[in-house]
């Protein structure tokens, strides 16, 4: 069965500090890994990864895929009050949808 | 910008009541979704729609049924709510593509069933 593992499920750092999520997957037919960001509203769309070793950047927030031991994580630097959300980990295979694991949530305090 | 709208943003209910959630897109996308999002289990697929009048199940679809009359509009209908359905329920949209794995969602709509 397809499956996405997220870790840690939760996490508080302080600002300032580097913190990296770690997304597992056991996936047939694998197309690409997505991260999403949510805060108290709607998920957006932070990074698609369909190749593995190419890091994807945005701003403080980075991304890589690796296809051989099935994980991606993402990193962010430097950061801020304003990271504090949950983050989503999600796979495209052969369907329609996107499959999701249950998130990490990281709290960030001043 | 792509927009996806949800009619309601928050909704209380009664124990077998009819409920409709409302959602468009105007970004003209082929596929649409309904997800709902509980703490510890994420999000969960309940139904999408490839195309006007064509629906398929998710993971979660007991209890739910779908209608997509209008490409931009994708309705989900509990036909009688029950204490276990008060959740939060995500909408999506995608464009078709091969790689098109970008989900664009709504707000979100909580709905609370007594």
């Known amino acids: 069965e397809d499956k996405v593992v997220q870790s840690p499920l939760s996490l508080v750092v302080h600002e300032g500090d580097t913190v990296t999520l770690n997304c597992s997957y056991e996936?047939?037919?694998?197309?690409?890994l997505l991260w999403y960001k949510q805060e108290k509203k709607a998920p957006t769309f932070l990074f698609m990864l369909?190749?593995?070793?190419i890091e994807k950047k945005s701003g403080r927030l980075s991304s890589i895929l690796d296809k051989k031991e099935l994980f991606s994580i993402l990193n962010i630097t430097a950061t801020q009050t304003g990271d504090s959300a949950v983050y989503l980990c999600?796979?495209?295979?052969?369907?329609?949808?996107?499959?999701f694991g249950k998130g990490t949530s990281l709290l960030v305090t001043p | 910008d792509v927009k996806v709208t949800q009619s309601s943003r928050y909704l209380v209910k009664r124990t077998g009541e009819k409920v409709f959630l409302e959602c468009v897109q105007d970004?003209?996308?082929?596929?649409m979704f309904w997800y709902r999002q509980d703490p510890g289990l994420g999000l969960r697929l309940i139904y999408f729609?490839?195309?006007?009048?064509?629906?398929e199940k998710g993971d979660i679809p007991e209890g739910y049924s779908v209608s997509r009359e209008k490409k931009e509009r994708f309705s989900l209908i509990l036909e009688s709510a029950s204490t276990n359905q008060t959740s939060m329920y995500l909408c999506?949209?995608?464009?078709?593509?091969?790689?098109?794995?970008?989900?664009?969602f709504g707000e979100g709509s909580r709905l609370t069933v007594l």
């Open positions: 999506a949209s995608s464009s078709l593509g091969v790689y098109t794995g970008e989900l664009f």
């Open positions: 996936v047939t037919n694998f197309r690409s």
């Open positions: 369909t190749s593995s070793g």
């Open positions: 999600a796979y495209s295979n052969s369907g329609y949808a996107l499959n």
């Open positions: 970004m003209d996308h082929e596929n």
């Open positions: 729609s490839y195309d006007v009048k064509m629906k």
